[in-house]
């Protein structure tokens, strides 16, 4: 199970929502484990998860009928399937079909509703929620289909809740602490194969080639490869390039792709032969800040007070100068999950909680230096996601 | 130059637009060239572009601070450059930047609006436009986001305008064509490079990872990947697993990656040994479809129409049985950019459209059955983006 039912029906009843509906890929894959397809890889494709609050009838999933296939392969637990749209699946009579078969063979068979939020529709009236508060989220859904819910369902209160199903993603189930588990250590196998062949000589696509190459051999897929050298390191989002690595150049890795659903956001830092005198003081600064909030972060503590903390660190460490806007974030089927660590945030470390902690530095003309570990908040401390080092590495 | 300024322009006047405000991934980096990391790999985020009617000002990029660095390195063009947010980007005074750094350096020290609209409005007011009919792409920008715009502009008249630059993307600049081709180019080495290794024995998940590695050592990004075999090809958006190739398999390929920004999707079909009488003559048919359609499309004709006779002609040649909801979509930054290849559609053919025709098949129990080219529209035809036939291949 990804989904945290009791942190989600919390939320839903200190908001009064008698029914919420996830339509943003990542969460509706969160509520249901259905990963459908057409919507992860481009916006506009709908899909959506009904779930209602405890005692309001059981979860519903709204495919189009060209993504059924999914329903049945991925064995999704939900039974009440809402379809939409004609599309073509046939049928040799000829052969026993496969459990996964038949069920798309059946759900082929029901109603095809015509449109997404008419299935959706149907699927509120059947659990008598035509005039209950129902939190919609707002990410996924088209601004046309979100108006139509609202026209065709006049008695019920319609709310945005993204924010509600944000709120339970923030603490993670087992499955999904072992899913990012696995990413975060994709990322780490991805950058070894980046270094294996990092040398003068070598480009920055060449080594980006061989960092999602790896990813992909893994089992995962590209998502932020963010592979820079030399002064080019200092841009934040910096695409590989044809810039050809020299003697002393740094690397700097911010990456991660998506591995069972799941996102990686790790960096790691490289030299090119041995580190000028300042990528190591400046590296070893940065990464005293990373080293401290693993001594601060435990459940109940505050996110501003360990992002103060990091960065007086990193300031007290050798770099005076330093600011940041965030030392990190949570992490999960989004890049970006609960919580925030802001100056200005006032969310509190929860046990559950994954979370990327990171120390990035720009500066123009000299380069970007990073270290950013996923780390897993227990119920007495915080665990590290990563099984290599944050050290800077030296390599060719 | 990506985009069609005179088609956008046109659509402009004729919805009575006086400016348009693109807010999706695609339409950001269509209007302006702008690939602004962030928003391509998480939704929420916000990028946008302003562009004005004629004579009502210059065009201006709204980007975030972490951003900057991607328009110096981008060299976008587009010259007035509003910010939002603190981002720290230092600087070693020491060392004399590059072009495209002195850029970032200089918006840096320009204002920071604090979020995505303030800044918007700063642009439109600079252009007089506060009280003036704009189109605003609805699918990008949060709904918040949308509501206060709306709420800080209350002279101005906002209108959902997606559809604006749908219409626009359709028609194809000779830069798109040149982006198209190569990414086509890319997912068919993929294909090869898959069936390179494809054999009794392989498993589907490593023709996958054949397939994928193939398309990042040619520069693209892996994003659709239907690779499944023998009865799992029946699965129009199937995942490769874990099924091992067995002798007369069928291997169904509906993929393309993105590359210099653009989509693939293409499809091919392969057998392992020799093919069954089943498929040689059901895949003999949907590719009579498929060519069909290179014979018959034109500007002026209508999409229906092509529909209609390829169905048709697959029907006839062998699948009597043969329904379809369409027979292929336009491409482009997006995967299904207009026009429409369906029964209900009132499109017509236009010079400079890039369209995937495809006859896909699904028979569970069996195997699915795909053909997919892409195809340029020219003045009195239609020309061939593909560089392999559409044969049926034998492997192993």
């Given at each position: ?11 839903m ?7 919420i ?7 509706v ?14 916006r ?20 189009s ?10 064995d999704v637990?939900?039974?009440?399937v ?6 073509a ?27 997404p939020?008419?299935?959706?529709v ?6 008598n ?19 139509k ?25 087992a499955?999904?602490v ?12 991805s ?13 920055e696509?060449e ?6 190459a ?10 932020l ?19 050809i690595l ?10 991660g792709?998506?591995?069972?659903h ?40 505050k996110t501003?007070d360990?992002f103060?903390?990091?960065?007086e660190?990193?300031?007290k460490?050798?770099?005076?100068h ?12 989004d ?6 660590l802001?100056p200005?945030?006032?969310e ?28 897993h ?20």
């Amino acid at each position: 199970m990804l989904m945290n039912e009791a942190r989600l029906f919390d939320r839903m009843k200190s908001e009064g929502m008698d029914a919420i509906v996830a339509t943003a890929p990542e969460n509706v894959t969160y509520s249901s484990g259905f990963w459908a397809m057409s919507q992860w890889i481009r916006r506009g494709p709908q899909a959506y998860v009904l779930t209602s609050a405890p005692g309001r009838g059981p979860q519903a999933v709204i495919a189009s009928t060209g993504t059924l296939d999914l329903i049945g392969d991925q064995d999704v637990s939900i039974r009440d399937v809402r379809r939409f749209g004609f599309f073509a699946i046939e049928r040799d009579e000829s052969v026993e079909l496969d459990e996964g078969e038949k069920r798309v063979a059946e759900i082929c068979e029901s109603e095809d509703y015509g449109d997404p939020v008419s299935a959706l529709v149907a699927a509120i009236k059947d659990r008598n929620l035509e005039s209950a508060v129902i939190g919609v989220d707002e990410i996924g859904i088209t601004p046309q289909y979100y108006d139509k819910l609202v026209e065709v369902l006049p008695r019920a209160t319609i709310r945005r809740a993204a924010s509600v199903f944000r709120h339970a993603r923030a603490i993670k189930t087992a499955e999904e602490v072992r899913r990012l588990r696995r990413s975060a250590r994709v990322a780490e196998l991805s950058i070894d194969a980046a270094l294996a062949v990092a040398r003068a000589g070598i480009s920055e696509r060449e080594l980006a080639y061989a960092f999602h190459a790896k990813t992909i051999s893994e089992g995962g897929m590209p998502v932020l490869g963010v592979i820079c050298t030399g002064p080019r390191s200092a841009m934040s989002s910096g695409q590989p390039g044809d810039r050809i690595l020299r003697a002393g150049d740094v690397i700097r890795f911010d990456v991660g792709g998506r591995c069972l659903h799941y996102r990686a956001d790790i960096a790691r830092i490289a030299v090119v032969g041995s580190a000028s005198e300042k990528v190591k003081k400046y590296h070893a600064a940065i990464r005293a800040g990373l080293l401290r909030a693993y001594e601060l972060i435990k459940p109940g503590v505050k996110t501003a007070d360990v992002f103060n903390a990091v960065v007086e660190t990193v300031r007290k460490e050798g770099m005076p100068h330093y600011r940041r806007n965030h030392v990190g974030h949570g992490i999960g089927l989004d890049g970006y999950d609960a919580p925030n660590l802001t100056p200005g945030s006032t969310e509190v470390f929860e046990e559950g909680n994954c979370i990327c902690v990171e120390t990035p530095y720009y500066e123009m003309g000299f380069a970007g230096l990073q270290v950013e570990d996923t780390m897993h908040v227990t119920r007495d401390g915080v665990e590290s996601l990563m099984s290599t080092s944050s050290e800077l590495r030296l390599v060719g």
